[in-house]
């Protein structure tokens, strides 16, 4: 695992580790950011982060406690000190970039229990120009092969009473809004009181977030806490203490309290922290990625970025339904059958069918344990036939695994399901865990579940399927290691527009790239072109609160390989013009430029096409109506574009007129500056076409 | 479910049922019991049983608490009141019988909430010549869909301090040794304290006891309470108020406390009250299955009861281990050979193998996963070349699936490792269940593993494979209903010979038909013919506390269609003439007489070969010596026999000389009498073979 590289990276003497009291500083490759680790005569191990010289963190402690053996591991003597740097780059298989650097230094700290049992671990730090990454290490030993963890102790102390946007903690849920208060400020009762459409919620106590936790300095410093490579360890959240402004790690426990079975040699997740004074600089931060492992799938072929339509968003908005009984029933052969058809007229690669199996009369809400089989089409969807009409217009359907969160069933059920998709040529997934977690007692965000979706990622790569999951854990960028694992949602998505309490407000999207989407692709579903959704009930109020504009730019600015035009194709049919932007963004990219950003306000960001030298713009703003400047130096010098662009009418406006949009084209060179007019939760989509 | 003839069973007006204090009554078909059911202003419900004018159970309430919808239902209106008489026959696949008469009168009690919640239910009572069975049937219906029961709020209250043989409740372990005490000196704390050789407990509390309960009233009564066709619904143990003398109904939590999730239509298991003055009678009961559903394996043709020998005594008397390192490996492929050629030079159906496959390094203790994937033999057994050489021999491997409790596991790798057996030709699978349970907080009384085994019992019948459970739930006659699920360890067996704190003692064999085998076959593994167990380790003082006689005649008395000559071949070998009855015993009886029999003193049972004319007997004793005269007139009159006796030599004694033993021969008819004279601790088995 560890490959000592022994250079000579550190300030201060190594050997002064072993005294009392000693210090040894480390910087990132550019020298921005500094991390020293300290320990004090009692034994504390402490690392403290700064910035161009600006508090991060403070002196913040390390440490775990177990529960069997049973050893509080916080008290320690450095028993040696190793560094390295690295400077590779790596090619992902799909992704914003077509190649990533992975430049770092890192910092290897030994640590001995002072304690008295025998127990030796690692503080394994890495330090990127853009942020720091911490695990701690178990290596096999003596006095440690199994063992159990009953905290994790790891601090975060902020300098001051920052601004941050947090989500209340829940070890179920991760699909709240983002609140945006001070530290002092937080109130994650409150915060969950308000959220009447989480039907499951698991608070974790008042002072508890959730992670990623954005903070954003007096100083202009933007600080980002989350955690990388979560595997067979449960999530992390974060309990606050507003005295200290000290946040210390908080995992969510099994059905018995416990928080991770381990085994040496085994190590901790990742814990991040990235800074920089420009937000910008966080959402071209790849080092989320960078501390995850390289992928396990040695022929990446078959992995396809993709986007797709399907028979989704017409059951939320009352069209049809997911059950059978009823008269709504939505997968029926004729209506899956126009889907496809719709799919191969506009280009789109898959047809998501949801509803299309025995078992959605009973799924939601009673625990229920054997709910669905994932093999037993309804009576009126007839799959056979539709997986040959989608293949002979070179269309696939996408298969729905909704486990109503009773895993237990699912992973006995796992491969026949898999093998059932084989054998109907349906080689993506999107798998759902609505509901409370079967194995009783078990959280959506514990090591259980961490090793289920992990499994899931394993069996689904040995039949060469794909998988987009739903309420599923947070993305730690193991999509890295795992690149058929392609999205998730785990946060408030675009389906929350339908939601009657609180929805989805402007300002969202523009939070998500600094916070959910810093761990990887989202199954967001944007593209609603009807933003009241009264279609097919006069009464209902609920509606999309983003102008049409703004929905073609979310195509650019939340990156996915999997994007699904989510609306309803009648109303596409009545907008193909607009339509058309979504047909042709791509979504697999070989350069990403995040051009600006402010979180909770607005995103600018250019892409170019990994397939084509052209590039895309997608530029969206919160509940302010607002003008960016667009400067096309990006584009390839001396080539002329024709440039599309899908923008916001002069009189739209989220609220009072949000389908109102224009489309003009223009020939652009990289010397061509715009200006972007967004109107409140408004946006604009570029494409920008090399002649 | 209920199909209703209506007949005139009933003493008293049913109509009276309506009003206040009502009370009807509803004899047995030959009158010796009696049930009374009676409903009080307050809506109580209680049912009372007398036999032959004795009192069995004093009236006791009826009730279920529910936490979804939280209501308890305890109080009712009696809105209907239907009765029938059944009396047919059935053909178990195999068994003490070939066929099994199945007569009672039954009473369906409708039940309405007096307390408004608009719930019904059913309180169904089956009255057969030898017991009672009740349970509790929900139809479907608008007020009760899916439920979560709290707690069943049966009661059985005794009129007196009965004596009873009784084990600690423990919802992880029934491998206890009996108690016999009055009721009021149950100490469940203590018994279980001294129990030091079972690993994991989940003591239930101070007054909480197993079932089944034996209970022998001073007026000559033998009562049983258990259970039958636990299915979909958790074990019950049951609560002693020593004040009231009444037990009730504990069931085993899942890990958030609910006791089961349910959905209408549904039913709980039976509770059963067998009853007689005869101890013999318990023995000779068929109600427990009789009262379990039909086998649902139409063509059972595959279906063998066998006798087998194994790589399995070997490890627990040290002389060799189940893992690979150590250098004691026992599952090698030599030495498998040579129980092949064992088995088939002797006439044994099956060799099991423990310790063949990876994982045993690490197996216990750890409460690990991912722990065995029961497809990787280690490098050193070589199984395709043991299963084809078995074959050629006409002798089958035994496999064996150690889950370790951890049952996510297997269930995730079950389909896999049937599909392995059937590839490698095996049709017999003993499981084991050692250690805690995962999913963490469950336990392996809990409605989650009752449907396990179910799961188990239908999978492997979908793979024409044979199930023997070890560490599993104490069966409840659903061998009726699963005819593959052949036997069940569930109970102390011999392996706690070699336990080093209390081991067997004399007694417990003649304990064990009273309580465990009232529910099924064990896997007990008797013929163990070496009493010290200091073959391969000098210090040992383990030991076996009976005489090698009473290890054949448990080959009767403890029946079983999958039995085990435990001990090692060269044991046997020194013994080729005893060994002769184990060779000889059948494990498929056409009829079963007990003969005589007193729970904790002695057991006679003779049985017919269901193959030939042959008959049977099987006699043990505890640890006093005794006389039991034997009549032979179950023989066929007019034919003659040739008598082959297994018995304690006059010196043979459990304690000082334990391996003596005499065969003699005689020819006899029905109308011989023959005296048993068994050893402390011994037993005798006989061999009549018609001539």
Redesign the interface.
């Known amino acids: 695992m560890y490959k000592p590289f022994l250079t000579a990276l550190l300030t201060g003497l190594t050997g002064a580790l072993l005294h009392a009291q000693s210090a040894t500083s480390i910087g990132s490759p550019n020298q921005a950011i500094r991390l020293t680790v300290q320990n004090n005569p009692a034994g504390e191990v402490t690392y403290q982060i700064r910035y161009k010289n600006k508090p991060v963190i403070e002196p913040s402690g390390v440490g775990i406690k177990l529960s069997r053996p049973q050893v509080t591991l916080n008290r320690f003597t450095i028993t040696a000190v190793d560094s390295a740097k690295v400077d590779d780059t790596w090619k992902p298989v799909w992704g914003e970039e077509s190649q990533i650097r992975n430049q770092y230094n890192e910092l290897i700290v030994s640590l001995q229990d002072k304690g008295g049992s025998g127990i030796g671990m690692r503080l394994h730090v890495k330090i990127f120009n853009d942020g720091v990454g911490f695990r701690y290490e178990f290596p096999k030993q003596a006095k440690l092969d199994?063992f159990?963890v009953a905290d994790e102790l790891s601090q975060f102390r902020f300098s001051a009473d920052h601004r941050t946007f947090w989500m209340p903690g829940d070890y179920d849920s991760n699909e709240y809004l983002y609140n945006f208060t001070k530290l002092t400020e937080v109130d994650a009762a409150a915060a969950l009181a308000k959220e009447k459409d989480i039907a499951l919620q698991s608070p974790i106590g008042p002072n508890a977030v959730q992670t990623p936790l954005l903070v954003k300095t007096a100083d202009g410093l933007y600080i980002s806490l989350y955690e990388a490579a979560v595997l067979n360890y449960p999530v992390m959240a974060l309990q606050l203490d507003k005295k200290t402004l000290t946040l210390t790690s908080q995992l969510t426990p099994?059905?018995?309290g416990?928080k991770a079975?381990l085994?040496t040699p085994t190590q901790t997740p990742w814990r991040t922290i990235l800074v920089s004074d420009k937000a910008t600089d966080l959402l071209a931060s790849r080092m989320i990625l960078n501390l995850n492992e390289p992928s396990v799938i040695a022929d990446p072929s078959w992995i396809k970025p993709q986007k797709f339509v399907g028979m989704w968003w017409e059951m939320h908005v009352g069209k049809a339904n997911w059950p059978l009984a009823g008269g709504k029933h939505g997968a029926n052969t004729a209506n899956v059958k126009k889907y496809i058809d719709f799919a191969a007229k506009y280009g789109f690669d898959g047809v998501l069918v949801e509803g299309w199996n025995v078992g959605w009369e009973?799924w939601f809400g009673?625990?229920?344990?054997d709910v669905f089989d994932f093999v037993t089409p309804y009576p009126d969807y007839n799959i056979d036939s539709l997986t040959a009409y989608a293949q002979g217009k070179g269309v696939r359907l996408i298969m729905h695994h909704e486990t109503s969160g009773s895993v237990?069933n699912y992973?006995?059920r796992?491969?026949?399901a898999f093998q059932y998709m084989v054998k109907e040529g349906i080689n993506t997934v999107k798998t759902g865990y609505v509901g409370r977690i079967i194995?009783?007692?078990?959280h959506h965000d514990g090591q259980?579940m961490v090793?289920h979706f992990q499994?899931v990622a394993e069996k689904a790569a040995q039949y060469k399927i794909m998988v987009d999951s739903h309420e599923s854990i947070h993305p730690t960028g193991l999509h890295r290691t795992y690149p058929n694992w392609m999205a998730s949602e785990a946060a408030r998505g675009s389906e929350f527009n339908n939601a009657p309490t609180l929805g989805i407000t402007p300002e969202h999207t523009t939070v998500l790239p600094f916070t959910r989407l810093l761990g990887g692709p989202m199954d967001f579903t944007p593209g609603l072109f009807r933003m009241r959704l009264n279609q097919f009930d006069s009464t209902r109020t609920t509606r999309v609160r983003t102008t049409l504009a703004k929905q073609l730019a979310l195509y650019v600015t939340l990156y996915s390989p999997l994007q699904m035009a989510a609306d309803l194709p009648e109303n596409y049919e009545k907008h193909l013009d607009a339509f058309q932007f979504i047909r042709d963004v791509p979504v697999d990219w070989a350069q990403t430029n995040v051009l600006a950003a402010e979180p909770g306000d607005y995103v600018l960001i250019a892409r170019r096409d990994k397939q084509s030298p052209n590039w895309y713009v997608g530029a969206i703003t919160d509940e302010a109506a607002r003008d960016l400047p667009l400067n096309l130096s990006f584009l390839e010098p001396s080539k002329t574009y024709e440039a599309t662009i899908y923008r916001d009418a002069p009189t739209a406006d989220w609220d009072t007129n949000p389908e109102a949009y224009v489309i003009e084209k223009k020939t652009v060179t990289a010397k061509t500056k715009l200006n972007l007019h967004l109107a409140k939760g408004g946006g604009c989509a570029i494409q920008f076409v090399q002649k």
Request: no cysteine; glycine share 4%; net charge negative.
């Open positions: 199994h159990i099994d059905a018995v416990n079975y085994q009973d009673n625990w229920k344990e237990t992973e006995r796992m491969d026949a194995p009783r007692g078990e259980w090793n499994r």
